[in-house]
């Protein structure tokens, strides 16, 4: 334990490393060198944000799924729109022979 | 900020941005040394945690000083560079490409008394185990010799979490101490 303890504290005293002296002058050339950033590439970069880009992802399969859903709502729409008139047709039918049937029935 | 942007104010107090770096960047390239453990990467860190300084300084607020904040970017930048190097050491794992000869190089920190160097460099290969935010407090703490409500202010937190996170770094410390000296 005593050892960890000896490793643990093998910092104490330590000097700061120094940086480079010419640092300064390396910041001032890449700050020559770097192009400020066009209005474009500021958008890219923008788009490019993991926030952003999660985000419009699930904004468009929210749309895509909301599409889907309401499609199917509207053919099971269609579907028992079609049912009823097709049923009511149906029964107006029978209506219509059973009172020709018996038209013909009283007449004979 | 004055026409050749290379003027800083601090409230009433112009520095020049050659005033800011002579001043702090030993601080800055110490800090990221001893997070990155690579003394090129620690260096390029240095230069951009300057260059942002100098185009965030709008956002700079009074309520911490200025060396807070230059530990806050240098923190952050430090963290983002082994975050890169995590993805470009997968990206060389996934692809099966050649194995990355500086991952098994031992770092040693140039300040480190010549006697304690074997300790250190065991202390270092623990501390690179470290989880992100551990590491940074005990680096702070233990190499730049921050307090806590220093710490704190550094990485946004409160001083609760900041002992906290530090406990768990010696704790985890001292268990991949023990795995290093009984190999």
């Not at chain 1, 330590?14 to 958008?43: C, D, F, G």
């Not at chain 1, 952003?52 to 599409?67: C, H």
Request: hydrophobic content about 40%.
């Amino acid at each position: 334990m005593n050892r960890i303890e000896e490793i643990l504290n093998s910092t104490d005293g330590m000097q700061r490393a120094e940086a480079n002296p010419y640092l300064y002058t390396r910041i001032k050339a890449n700050m020559a060198n770097s192009p400020s950033a066009t209005s474009w590439e500021l958008v890219a970069r923008f788009l490019t944000r993991p926030a952003v880009a999660i985000i419009t992802v699930f904004m468009f399969l929210a749309v895509n799924v909301s599409v889907i859903v309401k499609e199917r709502e509207d053919k099971a729409m269609a579907v028992q729109q079609f049912l009823q008139q097709s049923s009511s047709t149906e029964s107006d039918f029978a209506i219509q022979v059973q009172s020709n049937f018996s038209a013909d029935l009283s007449s004979e | 900020m004055s026409d050749d942007r290379t003027n800083i104010l601090e409230k009433d107090k112009p520095y020049t941005l050659e005033e800011i770096v002579a001043e702090y960047k030993d601080m800055v390239y110490n800090t990221a040394l001893s997070i990155l453990q690579h003394v090129e990467a620690a260096e390029d860190v240095a230069q951009d945690v300057f260059i942002k300084l100098y185009e965030k300084l709008d956002e700079f607020r009074e309520d911490s000083s200025l060396k807070t904040y230059i530990y806050r970017i240098t923190a952050n930048t430090a963290i983002d560079a082994l975050r890169k190097e995590k993805r470009r050491k997968k990206v060389y794992w996934w692809s099966g490409d050649a194995e990355d000869k500086e991952e098994t190089a031992h770092f040693d920190h140039p300040g480190i008394l010549l006697d304690k160097k074997e300790d250190a460099r065991h202390l270092f290969e623990a501390i690179k185990s470290l989880p992100e935010q551990q590491k940074l407090a005990y680096v702070l703490q233990k190499i730049e010799g921050q307090t806590v409500a220093e710490i704190a202010m550094i990485m946004n937190n409160k001083p609760t979490a900041v002992e906290s996170l530090l406990a768990r770094a010696k704790n985890n410390l001292k268990k991949t101490l023990t795995d290093i000296i009984e190999k």
